[in-house]
């Protein structure tokens, strides 16, 4: 579970997100959505510290995070973000195992448990464990990414934008590869996007955010027939015309 409360955040003058109230529930998928500069990214490094809320609180399960152990806090998330951000002098099972590698673990479960999810998110072993990430797409340097996030097995996903850069086709794929792994894993997942139509896929919930604060939470049903304000059904009507 993660939940925001009254969490705030200010940039001298600016505020980046006004105090938030958000709650994702265990197993739950929820897709943050809004304009560029609206707060989201914002919203998500709050979870695992790279942001510290200039008040309120975040919490992870029964853990304040803005108090937590910061080794244990980011062992028990997975973080992607847009573009991989994958090593490139690296292979791709010495970026899955990077993070295994600094915990002390043996070079062997390192390597098993790489190739674990290498085929966990649909990338056979034998052909990928050795590339470097320049010899992969776009697609599958995100796989990659995604595996590297699930190398702790954590109970949370903090997920930027993981297929904004990505070719429709492509994206479609890592859409289906997404949910199975959903159905699968049942991780406790907040995702970042710009697309509604990505969000009403992939999200059991979304959550608008303008300006810095939430503007209404609720399923795609509730967005459609339930807009909350006028703002909510120009956004939801200029993006799907777009399809
Ligand atoms: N380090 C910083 N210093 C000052 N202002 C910042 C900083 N980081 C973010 N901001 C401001 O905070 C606001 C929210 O930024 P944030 O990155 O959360 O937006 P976003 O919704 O993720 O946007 P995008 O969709 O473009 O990624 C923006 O106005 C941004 O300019
Ligand atoms: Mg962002």
């Not at 070719?167 to 991780?187: A, N």
């Amino acid at each position: 579970m993660i939940e925001f409360r009254q969490a705030r955040k200010e940039y001298g003058d600016v505020v980046a997100l006004e105090g938030l109230d958000l709650r994702v529930e265990s197993g739950e998928t929820v897709c943050l959505i809004g304009t560029s500069g609206s707060g989201k990214t914002t919203a998500l490094k709050m979870v695992n510290r790279l942001i510290e809320p200039t008040s309120g609180s975040i919490f992870v399960g029964d853990v304040d995070a803005t108090k937590a152990d910061l080794t244990e806090l980011r062992r028990s998330i997975g973080y992607v973000i847009q573009r991989g951000g994958l090593f490139p002098h690296m292979t791709v099972a010495g970026n899955i195992g990077l993070l295994c590698k600094l915990e002390g673990w043996e070079k062997r479960r390192i390597r098993e448990r790489a190739r674990e999810l290498l085929e966990l998110v649909d990338l056979p072993p034998d052909e990928f464990a050795d590339r470097m990430p320049s010899e992969l797409s776009g697609g599958q340097q995100q796989r990659v990414s995604i595996a590297r996030a699930l190398a702790f097995d954590p109970e949370i996903m903090l997920m930027d934008e993981p297929f904004g850069a990505l070719d429709p086709i492509t994206k479609t794929e890592l859409h289906k590869e997404f949910i199975d792994l959903k159905d699968k894993l049942h991780k406790t997942t907040l995702l970042v996007t710009h697309d509604l139509a990505e969000a009403f896929k992939l999200g059991d919930r979304i959550a608008l955010l303008h300006k810095g604060k939430l503007i209404q939470t609720g399923t795609e049903e509730d967005f459609l027939e339930r807009p909350a304000t006028e703002f909510v059904e120009h956004f939801v009507g200029s993006q799907l015309s777009e399809l």
